[in-house]
């Protein structure tokens, strides 16, 4: 990577491989692929450390919802003595030694502002502070849950109400819309994996409700039940249906905007995050300018058009595997025929 000052004081950086935004499991992935394939890359993350999401914004009881294998990156399988459904600890600690293991060193504290294609060079050119680099190719691996509703990921708040009614509260659970919700094993089997399996044999319409592709035909990823049921059933966990928005807190509780209150201790807000893409990369070609989402005629995973490659989680960490292995396959026939120097005109 090198660099020249620019005359407003700002520093240009010329990074000869792929681009790539966050440090996520996606990011990590990317990486070490792209690592295997002798490719060489930068990586910009926003945060002080890799996994921030996981590391900063989650609670401590959380475990994977989904068996470990589904999980797993590229090249680097969980550890054997790991259970089947990791704690939020344990798979911090895989990620910590898969970044060691594939020197992925990010640099941290590195917020993007702006980002988008100089048609005239074919190059992109990301700005984050003072700083702004210029590559062939842009790897967004931000996620979905790059800026929040709330506090807390949708899929979440019932992990929360189960710890709670387990510790001797009595929570509440505000409910405006109807759920999609799956036992987490079925007869001793991962429903997800079941799914995943029919997939293969049935058609889309018959194994729909755990499908991977579901996001991408608008359908609400299911809630994984992991005992929560129960205790709504057995009155520990107070559910209540079809509630507007809260118009306002009071000394004791809520009040909704039709006048109904209800007292509380706490709130906790679980209202989910969004993806903040649309706040910085400047080309709606391939994104929906209003929620970040992939547009559906953008082939962009797997496939660097126009030098770019986008990894949106609409399969989460299952997704993150495969998306890594096409996106730093495709960026490797690239490399191999692009110069590698700095344009000339950046000079």
Same mark, same amino acid.
């Given at each position: 990577?090198?660099?020249?000052?620019?005359?407003?004081?700002?520093?240009?950086w010329?990074?000869?491989?792929?681009?790539?935004?966050?440090?996520?499991?996606?990011?990590?992935?990317t990486?070490?692929?792209?690592?295997?394939?002798?490719?060489?890359?930068?990586?910009?993350?926003?945060?002080?450390?890799?996994?921030?999401?996981?590391?900063?914004r989650?609670?401590?009881?959380?475990?994977?919802?989904?068996p470990?294998?589904?999980?797993?990156?590229?090249?680097?399988?969980?550890?054997?003595?790991?259970?089947?459904?990791?704690?939020?600890q344990?798979?911090?600690?895989?990620?910590?030694?898969?970044?060691?293991?594939?020197?992925?060193?990010?640099?941290f504290?590195?917020?993007?502002?702006?980002?988008?294609?100089?048609?005239?060079? *074919?190059?992109?050119?990301?700005?984050?502070?003072?700083?702004?680099?210029?590559s062939?190719?842009?790897?967004?691996?931000?996620?979905?849950?790059?800026? *929040?509703?709330?506090?807390?990921?949708?899929?979440?708040?019932?992990?929360v109400?189960?710890?709670?009614?387990?510790?001797?509260?009595?929570?509440?659970?505000?409910?405006?819309?109807k759920?999609?919700?799956?036992?987490?094993?079925?007869?001793?089997?991962?429903?997800?994996?079941?799914?995943?399996?029919?997939?293969?044999?049935?058609?889309?319409?018959?194994?729909?409700?755990w499908?991977?592709?579901?996001?991408?035909?608008?359908?609400?990823?299911?809630?994984?039940d992991?005992?929560?049921?129960?205790?709504?059933?057995?009155?520990?966990?107070?559910?209540?249906?079809s509630?507007?928005?809260?118009n306002?807190?009071?000394?004791?509780?809520?009040?909704?905007?039709?006048?109904?209150?209800?007292?509380f201790?706490s709130?906790?807000?679980?209202?989910g995050?969004?993806?903040?893409?649309?706040s910085?990369?400047?080309?709606?070609?391939?994104?929906?300018?209003?929620?970040?989402?992939?547009?559906?005629?953008?082939?962009?995973?797997?496939?660097?058009?126009?030098?770019?490659?986008?990894?949106?989680?609409?399969?989460?960490?299952?997704?993150a595997?495969?998306?890594?292995?096409?996106?730093?396959?495709?960026?490797?026939?690239?490399?191999?025929?692009?110069?590698?120097?700095?344009?000339?005109?950046?000079?």
């Amino acid at each position: 990577m090198t660099s020249k000052e620019t005359s407003t004081t700002k520093r240009l950086w010329w990074v000869p491989g792929p681009l790539i935004i966050g440090a996520g499991p996606s990011g990590l992935a990317t990486a070490a692929c792209l690592k295997d394939r002798g490719v060489p890359y930068l990586v910009l993350e926003k945060d002080c450390c890799i996994a921030a999401s996981w590391k900063l914004r989650t609670y401590e009881r959380l475990k994977l919802h989904l068996p470990k294998h589904f999980c797993e990156l590229p090249l680097m399988p969980f550890p054997q003595h790991f259970p089947t459904y990791p704690t939020k600890q344990q798979f911090i600690s895989y990620l910590e030694c898969y970044a060691k293991r594939f020197a992925v060193e990010p640099l941290f504290g590195a917020r993007v502002d702006r980002a988008e294609r100089d048609a005239s060079l *074919g190059l992109w050119r990301v700005r984050a502070g003072e700083s702004e680099f210029i590559s062939r190719w842009l790897v967004v691996a931000t996620g979905e849950c790059g800026g *929040g509703f709330g506090c807390g990921l949708w899929e979440l708040w019932d992990g929360v109400s189960l710890d709670l009614c387990n510790n001797g509260a009595h929570p509440s659970m505000v409910v405006r819309d109807k759920l999609h919700v799956l036992p987490r094993e079925t007869f001793g089997i991962s429903t997800f994996g079941l799914s995943v399996w029919l997939l293969k044999w049935l058609p889309m319409r018959y194994a729909k409700g755990w499908a991977p592709a579901a996001q991408e035909h608008n359908w609400k990823t299911p809630v994984l039940d992991v005992g929560t049921l129960a205790k709504i059933k057995s009155g520990h966990i107070k559910v209540l249906y079809s509630v507007p928005n809260i118009n306002r807190f009071t000394d004791k509780g809520v009040e909704f905007v039709d006048g109904r209150k209800e007292e509380f201790n706490s709130v906790i807000l679980a209202t989910g995050y969004k993806s903040n893409v649309p706040s910085w990369l400047k080309d709606e070609e391939f994104f929906n300018k209003n929620d970040g989402s992939r547009r559906r005629d953008s082939r962009t995973v797997g496939k660097a058009r126009m030098g770019l490659c986008h990894r949106f989680h609409a399969k989460r960490l299952m997704g993150a595997s495969i998306d890594a292995r096409k996106i730093a396959e495709d960026i490797a026939t690239q490399w191999n025929s692009k110069p590698k120097h700095l344009p000339c005109e950046l000079l």
